[in-house]
């Protein structure tokens, strides 16, 4: 493994990893009662995120040209399965770090509200007393959370199916549209700036059908009108079909690859 593919596993570690703990702030929103901030310090954490997709596209790019240019030294689809495996791995890690990053962005939320500076709030969690209160956040998932899972007439089934789709999509969109290039290099920018429209689906299935289901849901456990167990049980599915989406995009990755080249041949 060159320094190159370990940047881009990292970069898509961390891209998965801050989006499966959008899920903690959701439940430090309820506990606290301030939903509204506890979603804006979770969209500074996303510029962690937006900023490692900011440099993974260019590091995926310039993979595949060097590809086609030394085709004899390509081990591309195996490099892409990995930087696939990573996009799992992240969300595992995420799902574990959930209820310590929890407990941390409730203090975070309660911090926020008592001095309104971001900057503020940011700089005291490097102080050794802000890494104490990390420390002591530290917990892992509660075995009950799993065992307790079931099927019953409470289970979204539909928003867990979208939202194992939609991750799938969102997962495979840029990696396949990239590596499509390698397929037909005479395409290949074409090729690349199909990864919108793949992502604008998955983006469209989560913005507008899947997240206001959980917004909705979230009110309805703040206002008292569902309990905060049923609401935990479907984060932990929202999580699961999360990591069966990334695991299900290596399946994806080739036929959807050949699917991007054929379309941009074709326009």
């Known amino acids: 493994m060159d320094t190159q593919l370990f940047a881009i596993i990292i970069l898509t570690l961390v891209i998965h990893l801050v989006g499966t703990l959008a899920f903690a702030f959701r439940i430090a929103g309820i506990r606290t009662g301030h939903i509204a901030i506890a979603f804006s310090l979770f969209n500074a954490v996303v510029l962690i995120s937006r900023t490692s ?6 590091l995926l790019a310039k993979r595949v040209e060097t590809s086609i240019l030394d ?7 195996w490099d892409f399965a990995l930087i696939l495996a990573a996009a799992s791995f992240g969300t595992v890690i995420g799902g574990l770090l959930i209820p ?11 911090s926020f509200k008592r001095r309104r500076n971001l900057a503020r709030l940011m700089l005291k969690a490097l102080t050794p007393r802000g890494a104490s209160v990390v420390m002591q956040s530290v917990a892992l998932p509660r075995y009950q959370n799993l065992t307790s899972l ?4 409470e289970f979204p089934a539909v928003y867990v199916g979208m939202n194992f789709l939609a991750t799938a999509l969102w997962t495979v969109g ?11 290099p005479e395409f290949r920018v074409t090729a690349s700036s199909l990864s919108a429209v793949i992502n604008g689906v998955a983006t469209i299935m989560m913005f507008i059908l899947i997240d206001p289901y959980l917004a909705g849901l979230t009110d309805d456990v703040v206002a008292g009108e569902a309990s905060e167990a049923h609401y935990r ?4 599915w929202m999580v699961l079909s999360r990591l069966a989406g990334t695991v299900f995009a290596q399946v994806l990755l080739v036929p959807g690859a050949h699917l991007i080249a054929a379309v941009a041949r074709w326009i």
Do not use: C, E, M
């Not at 085709?71 to 689809?77: G, I, P, W």
């Not at 310590?100 to 309660?110: D, H, K, M």
């Open 100 to 110: 310590t990053v929890q407990r941390v962005a409730t203090g975070a939320v309660a």
């Open 174 to 184: 840029v990696l396949s549209a990239i590596y499509a290039g390698s397929i037909d």
């Open 71 to 77: 085709s004899a030294s390509s081990h591309l689809q």
């Open 233 to 236: 049980r479907v984060l932990v």
């Open 150 to 153: 079931r099927v019953s007439k």
């Open 53 to 58: 997709n900011s440099f993974q596209a260019p």
